[in-house]
T-cell receptor
Framework: DTGVSQNPRHKITKRGQNVTFRCDPI?????LYWYRQTLGQGPEFLTY????????KSRLLSDRFSAERPKGSFSTLEIQRTEQGDSAMYLC???????????????FGEGSWLTVV | DAKTTQPNSMESNEEEPVHLPCNHS???????IHWYRQLPSQGPEYVIH???SNVNNRMASLAIAEDRKSSTLILHRATLRDAAVYYC??????????FGQGTILTVHP
């Protein structure tokens, strides 16, 4: 079990540039989640995928944000025209779930830090 | 989204038990209680979860009140490595976790 892998771990970009983060979930996990966390706050849900289908998106996910999970494996989170307010840690998580109870264990990656200057 | 209430911070001494409380008065019958912890600059780490009965694993124990409106995470012997932010999370929808502010646990040597 290699865990949830995120790349890059750190990214510094200039305002207005586009950035893309990649997440490789634990093998055979069918659900994948993206969260954002700013200093001193708990992680905030952004979106989640069931296999390749994006099933829920938070209001926090503006039009500049797009997430994909082609073929239900790895996922990418792209932020276009970055703003200083986008500076945060972006967390990816995955779980193996079937429809039903909410007791599934969700495993998080180490996060990707974004600094917009 | 469902909210839980936790103390902002707690302190403990090394080798002593720690009881971290959480209130989840709006919990429904199918909502699980999840606990995660987070060290600085790391992603959240799963600790334990349960539905109705008390749960034990190698990391901790979870005691759930009979009316399920509160729960307590028990670390049996705190170590310095247990110092972290502990999040109590009520239920999930499709596996989504809604984090609150959590409890900052400080462990003194």
């Amino acid at each position: 079990d290699t865990g949830v892998s995120q790349n890059p771990r750190h990214k510094i970009t200039k305002r207005g540039q586009n950035v893309t983060f990649r997440c490789d979930p634990i093998s055979e996990h069918n659900r994948l989640y993206w969260y954002r966390q700013t200093l001193g706050q708990g992680p905030e849900f952004l979106t989640y995928f069931q296999n390749e289908a994006q099933l829920e998106k938070s209001r926090l996910l503006s039009d500049r944000f797009s997430a994909e999970r082609p073929k239900g494996s790895f996922s990418t989170l792209e932020i276009q025209r970055t703003e200083q307010g986008d500076s945060a840690m972006y967390l990816c998580a995955s779980s193996f779930s079937v429809a039903g109870p909410s007791g599934n264990t969700i495993y998080f990656g180490e996060g990707s830090w974004l600094t917009v200057v | 989204d469902a909210k839980t209430t936790q103390p902002n911070s707690m302190e403990s001494n090394e080798e002593e038990p720690v009881h971290l409380p959480c209130n989840h008065s709006t919990i429904s019958g199918t909502d699980y209680i999840h606990w995660y912890r987070q060290l600085p600059s790391q992603g959240p780490e799963y600790v334990i979860h349960g539905l109705t009965s008390n749960v034990n694993n190698r990391m901790a124990s979870l005691a759930i009140a009979e009316d399920r409106k509160s729960s307590t995470l028990i670390l049996h012997r705190a170590t310095l490595r247990d110092a972290a932010v502990y999040y109590c999370i009520q239920g999930t929808s499709y596996g989504k976790l809604t984090f609150g502010q959590g409890t900052i646990l400080t462990v003194h040597p």
